[in-house]
Every structure is written in C-alpha cells, then in structure tokens.
C-alpha cells in the first residue's frame, strides 16, 4: 500500500465478511490494525483518523471519507482513506483503507474483502 509517497508491506487476511464499500464509489474498504495504519500513514493521521477530526476530513474531500456500518457487535463508523497504490497479489486494486479494532486481526496486520482476490 502507496499512502504520500510511503510505501509498506502487510499481511492481511482475506475476509469473506467484510462487505464494506465507500458508498460514493462502490470499492471495497481494507481494514488495518492500529500499528498497520500507523505506520503507513503516520501518527498524525492516525489521530484525526482515530477522533474522526472534521478539519482533516474536510483537507482532502476526494481521498478521506467517513463510512458507517454494521458489524457483529452492532453499528460503527471509519474514516476512510484512498491510498495512491494498493497491490494485492501483484495486481493494483481499487480500494480505500480504514483503521479497525484492535486486536481483532491475530497475526495479521488487517483484513482485506475476498471482492479484491481473482
């Protein structure tokens, strides 16, 4: 994943469950751990994610997002962002990522929709 110019590597696992889709453009959303999208984006980010920071989601209104949805424990909502570059499987994909609940990924560092793997 390619966010401002920095590029990471993760290892997520494939999710047949997570349905999740920006509603503006349809494409799937990636969910990663707290450390995954700290890394990736930087601790700043990662608290206006985190507070859901109106002034930070205003900044950039084409690539940052605000998404609710369901899960198992009830209703939640994400800020979205659309990274420069995501590859996945050596293919670039369209998708947006999202910082999920910690601890819910065992080893891995997130969870990626099965609609992303052909």
Same mark, same amino acid.
């Given at each position: 994943i390619t966010y401002n110019?920095?590029?990471m590597e993760? &290892? *997520?696992l494939c999710d047949s469950g997570n349905l999740l889709t920006e509603p503006l453009s349809?494409?799937?959303v990636i969910f990663l751990s707290e450390s995954a999208f700290s890394k990736l984006c930087g601790?700043?980010?990662l608290a206006a994610v985190k507070s859901a920071d109106a002034s930070?989601?205003? &900044?950039?209104?084409k690539n940052i997002r605000l998404v609710v949805y369901e899960t198992v424990g009830g209703s939640d909502m994400g800020v979205c962002i659309r990274p420069e570059r995501i590859t996945l499987g050596g293919k670039n994909?369209?998708?947006w990522i999202?910082?999920?609940k910690s601890g819910a990924y065992g080893e891995s560092e997130g969870l990626v929709p099965s609609? *992303?793997?052909k």
């Open positions: 110019g920095k590029t993760f &290892s *997520l349809g494409e799937p601790s700043k980010t930070f989601m205003k &900044s950039d209104t994909v369209r998708a999202t910082m999920g609609s *992303l793997i």
